[in-house]
């Protein structure tokens, strides 16, 4: 609570006859003021607030003093933090619970706001355009105590699916309290992306010609395919986009596009692999993953950036794609020279996940610097791979290789090549499929 000043205002009553009394009050962060009065037993009192129209705490009796608290409301929360989930219209916050006063006790309940900007102060809070979250919330726990909760059904088309968190607690004075007199100030923003989940890519495509090779203009075709869902494989997606072109697809060509940006959790329950400079570590897949046709079982994880499904390398001098020297089954996601070995450098994590597994370069230093980059790469059981970048340094960006190369190393998609390329850039993901690049298709 502020340092502010409240008007009291003391209605005592003799017989019939009512006598107001006003008391300006001076309220000091943390301190309660107390009133103290002596009346008769021919006199009643009652207490109210102008702030709020009604009695925060009263105690009192005949012949003896009379006491006005007005209560101390929880401490503000200051390390809420909001991550994505792997789940559409999901956020996962968590914070340290205070007490209902300051920090100390149990609050009694908490209230979750969100909104595309900051809420930093109380008009922030009660901005139209910010958004009560309705869900079930946790009840509080002791001051000190980690909380968390999954936020659900939070919509995902406004901002690109990005929002500003902020929660606050109350304590457990009456309903009738105005809310900002007992509850915790705004906590600090975190920030997180609503996940929307895009259709699966569909690979069953046949194309029939009704009328003969070359097609006249009018001619027809059928294509048949199996439909995906609005949510992968789930639901009925909204509507499709053909495009045709002049050149052949080959089986096994990888094509990327930039999708929806999403972090995802790979450090709770992960492994930390390849710790070391210039180290490549052979990790076991939870299923087998079909890479230019090839089901795999095992990869190599290296800590310079990239993963191989057949070569134990470690080099840290990154190439063009494609390029048939090792290291070839080339994922490649920020090939150059890291060091997680170095002093102050975050790990290299494995995580197992359903559908999933999750490789994570959390705060890996660039060699010779302190400079953290933080990409993971995510191979989905389908064979879809996704690159998710967080956050990276402007020279790692101009020196690395970012792509997908074959088992011989003629074949590859090169994303980008030291300045050559598409852009590198934090809060980008990347992903790469079996599929026909239709970018200057028809």
């Known amino acids: 609570m502020k340092n502010e000043t409240y008007r009291i205002e003391l209605r005592c009553k003799t017989g019939d006859v009512n006598n107001y009394y006003t008391f300006l009050v001076p309220f000091t962060d943390g301190v309660s003021p107390y009133i103290y009065l002596t009346y008769n037993s021919t006199t009643s009192c009652a207490v109210s607030s102008s702030n709020g129209g009604s009695s925060w705490s009263v105690d009192y009796g005949r012949d003896a003093p009379f006491r006005l608290w007005i209560p101390v409301a929880p401490g503000k929360i200051t390390d809420l933090t909001a991550s994505s989930s792997d789940n559409e219209g999901e956020v996962k916050l968590s914070w340290t619970a205070p007490g209902d006063d300051g920090y100390t006790g149990t609050a009694q309940q908490y209230q979750v706001k969100y909104a595309t900007f900051p ?31 999954v936020l659900t059904g939070l919509p995902k088309g406004i901002n690109n699916g990005w929002y500003y968190f902020n929660i606050r607690a109350r304590d457990d004075n009456p309903a009738d309290t105005p809310f900002y007199l007992c509850a915790s100030p705004p906590s600090n923003n975190a920030i997180a992306q609503v996940r929307e989940i895009q259709p699966i890519v569909i690979t069953s495509l046949v194309a029939t010609s009704i009328t003969a090779l070359p097609l006249p203009q009018g001619a027809s075709v059928q294509l048949n395919w199996t439909a995906p869902g609005d949510d992968y494989t789930e639901g009925t997606a909204d509507k499709y986009t053909i495009k045709y072109s002049t050149w052949i697809y080959e089986q096994n060509q990888y094509v990327y596009r930039t999708v929806s940006y999403m972090w995802l959790d790979g450090l709770t329950n992960a492994t930390i692999v390849a710790d070391g400079d210039d180290l490549s570590t052979q990790v076991n897949l939870p299923f087998e993953f079909n890479f230019y046709g090839i089901n795999y079982s095992s990869m190599y994880i290296c800590s310079n950036g990239f993963i191989s499904f057949t070569d134990a390398s470690s080099a840290y001098s990154n190439t063009d794609i494609p390029n048939s020297e090792v290291p070839n089954s080339l994922i490649a996601a920020l090939w150059d020279d890291l060091n997680p070995s170095a002093s102050g450098s975050g790990k290299i994590y494995y995580k197992k996940s359903e559908g999933k597994v999750i490789i994570t370069y959390n705060g890996v230093y660039r060699y010779g610097t302190t400079q953290p980059q933080y990409f993971q790469i995510v191979l989905y059981e389908d064979g879809t791979i996704r690159i998710n970048y967080n956050q990276l340094t402007q020279e790692t960006t101009t020196s690395a290789t970012v792509g997908v190369e074959n088992q011989t190393g003629n074949i590859g998609k090169r994303y980008r090549y030291d300045t050559s390329g598409e852009p590198l850039y934090n809060n980008l993901s990347i992903e790469f499929f079996n599929g026909i690049d239709i970018k200057n298709a028809t």
């Open 119 to 149: 809420i930093i102060t109380e008009s922030d809070w009660n901005n139209l355009n910010t958004y009560l979250y309705t869900g079930s919330l946790p009840t509080p726990l002791p001051a000190g105590t980690t909380q968390q909760v």
